[in-house]
């Protein structure tokens, strides 16, 4: 008579689970604390391979005896109520990776090609995870006419999904990538109706703070807008530049404003407003670009106050128009003429001179989108010459003129009476 010993209980089974991975993890720390023989290197890559997918199926075994624990109640008495949370908290998990073993705990119905897969080591347990995120995320809108179940719908992705997943160059980022297309892919005529009707309910939000100044911008639209707004966006983005401490946030608002400010440097391309392209203009009081104390701000024709930084970094490249006006009644009484602060042939040699921001601390934006500012500023003396001009891109241009500001403030507090202060002079470094 043969005896048969009976299979231990389930805890019993997992708790010899942990016995063996714990005999694995020594073996493994041993295996590192010897030195690889010559010729031997490919070997061992090809068996760690094998043994990274041999984990992958040992978390979808642990995913699934969790699934068990949780129809029991095991983890709402621990207080979870989502399987992800309970991985993530209870199990030290990242929240990613909590949210992948809740994948494979609750695998979908219809998706056994994919399981079968992973099972034998065609795919590995993350990307078996990433196509049943991508059934759940599409289930809620799909076709009941098409898919009558979670099952049938279940089973399209994964003809999608699961081919692309086999491939050994493919990525979880690659199925991502394919499952991001999954409902244009299996609902075409959902897909254009739901991009119509964003379209139809396009919108764009400009609102000005006239006290505290500051605006704030908001659109929304369809797809192929997004897709040519963000194209259009990064041809005036470049990577940031060692040291620049810029968030994405505000990389993403300078290459906007300096779309912006191409558009209307090449003005004469769109349509004419009052006679003349469109354009910036700005009333400001000579007495105002020399920072004299009580000299009235600059207002633009839409009625913005520009404060002195602002109306000095504007008035670096652009077109200035002298107006005379009366000071009783402030009516115009002599208009000069229109002209370039640099002329050509200067731009083009400060052009040859530099091919960047000239920023002390340097600056990485092109020559082509920088604006022309004069070191020492020509309402205070300084020349229109090749020696007193540099390229600054618009951010710097405003934070030298930010600064300037700042040490004329200084200057009209604390007057210095044997004329040796301690500020640079303006448009040098602090």
């Known amino acids: 008579m043969i005896e048969t010993q009976a299979a231990p209980s389930q805890p019993g089974r997992v708790a010899q689970a942990r016995k063996l991975l714990g005999g694995a993890a020594r073996l493994l720390r041993d295996e590192s604390a010897e030195a690889i023989p010559p010729g031997a290197a490919r070997e061992v890559a090809e068996e760690l391979t094998s043994l990274l997918a041999d984990l992958g199926r040992v978390q979808a075994a642990v995913a699934q005896v969790a699934a068990r624990a949780k129809a029991s109640g095991g983890m709402a008495s621990a207080g979870f109520r989502r399987a992800a949370d309970w991985f993530s908290c209870a199990g030290g998990l990242t929240r990613s990776e909590g949210a992948q073993y809740a994948a494979l ?227 115009p009484l002599d208009v000069g003429r229109s002209e370039r602060i640099c002329p050509p042939h200067i731009r083009n040699a400060i052009h040859a001179t530099y091919d960047s921001c000239a920023w002390e601390h340097g600056c990485d934006r092109p020559i082509a989108w920088c604006q022309i500012d004069h070191i020492t500023a020509w309402w205070d003396g300084g020349s229109t010459s090749l020696s007193n001009l540099q390229p600054l891109c618009a951010a710097h241009n405003l934070a030298k003129e930010r600064r300037r500001a700042a040490a004329e403030r200084r200057r009209h507090r604390h007057p210095v009476r044997d004329g040796h202060g301690t500020d640079p002079p303006p448009g040098c470094p602090a």
């Not at 703070?209 to 983005?237: K, N």
């Open 105 to 331: 705990a609750d695998f979908p119905e219809g998706l056994d090609a994919s399981w079968a897969a992973m099972e034998d080591g065609g795919i590995t347990a993350a990307k078996a995870a990433r196509i049943a995120h991508h059934v759940g995320r599409c289930a809620p809108l799909r076709d009941r006419e098409l898919y009558p179940s979670e099952a049938d719908l279940a089973g399209a992705v994964e003809q999608i999904l699961l081919p692309l997943a086999l491939k050994d160059s493919s990525t979880c980022k690659d199925l991502d990538r394919a499952g991001a297309r999954l409902f244009a892919t299996l609902h075409p005529a959902d897909h254009d109706r739901s991009e119509a009707e964003l379209h139809e309910g396009r919108s764009a939000g400009l609102a000005h703070d006239p006290v505290l100044g500051g605006f704030h911008f908001g659109m929304s639209g369809d797809s192929a807008d997004y897709d040519a707004l963000r194209t259009a966006l990064d041809a005036f983005s470049a990577p940031p530049a060692e040291g620049d401490q810029r968030t994405a946030a505000q990389r993403r608002y300078d290459s906007a404003m300096a779309m912006v400010r191409f558009c209307l440097a090449h003005s004469g391309n769109l349509p004419w407003r009052g006679g003349e392209p469109a354009q910036v203009r700005l009333t400001v009081p000579l007495a105002t670009l020399r920072g004299e104390p009580g000299s009235p701000p600059a207002t633009s024709d839409n009625g913005v106050v520009y404060s002195v930084s602002q109306a000095r970094a504007l008035a670096k490249d652009c077109k200035l128009r002298r107006i005379i006006l009366d000071p009783i009644t402030g009516a």
